[in-house]
């Protein structure tokens, strides 16, 4: 069983950055994979970033690589998304999610965090 909170959501213009927290519970953080996913309402929630709980590695989608960066303190059982160069387009709901039942990159994960709003202003 893993509780998810995130944190660090906000109003920010374009061209700026925010650092969205991801704190979780219960069992080993390590054990997990763990990913950050974005939702706008009427769309389907988009793939942001994952780590491997296999070799450690992290993944981004297209359209952030080069801006966001993935990182985790395993002795605070935290996951941080560092967010640079904001764009108005990335304005959304950012979840934070816990063990890939499917691939790492689709929305079939076990445990979801209540999510934390980022807005970028033009």
């Known amino acids: 069983q893993v509780q998810l909170v995130e944190s660090g959501g906000g109003l920010v213009q374009a061209g700026g950055s925010l650092r969205l927290s991801c704190a979780a519970s219960?069992?080993?953080?390590?054990?997990?994979?763990m990913a950050w996913f974005r939702q706008v309402p009427g769309k389907e929630r988009e793939f942001v970033a994952a780590n491997s709980r296999f070799d450690a590695s992290a993944y981004y989608a297209s359209s952030v690589t080069g801006r966001f960066t993935l990182s985790r303190d395993n002795a605070k059982n935290t996951l941080y998304l560092q967010m640079n160069s904001l764009k108005p387009e990335d304005t959304a709901v950012y979840s934070c999610?816990?063990?890939?039942?499917?691939?790492?990159?689709?929305?079939?994960?076990?445990?979801w965090g209540q999510g934390t709003e980022v807005t970028v202003s033009s």
């Open positions: 999610a816990a063990e890939s039942i499917k691939n790492y990159y689709t929305p079939e994960y076990r445990y």
């Open positions: 219960g069992r080993t953080f390590s054990y997990y994979t």
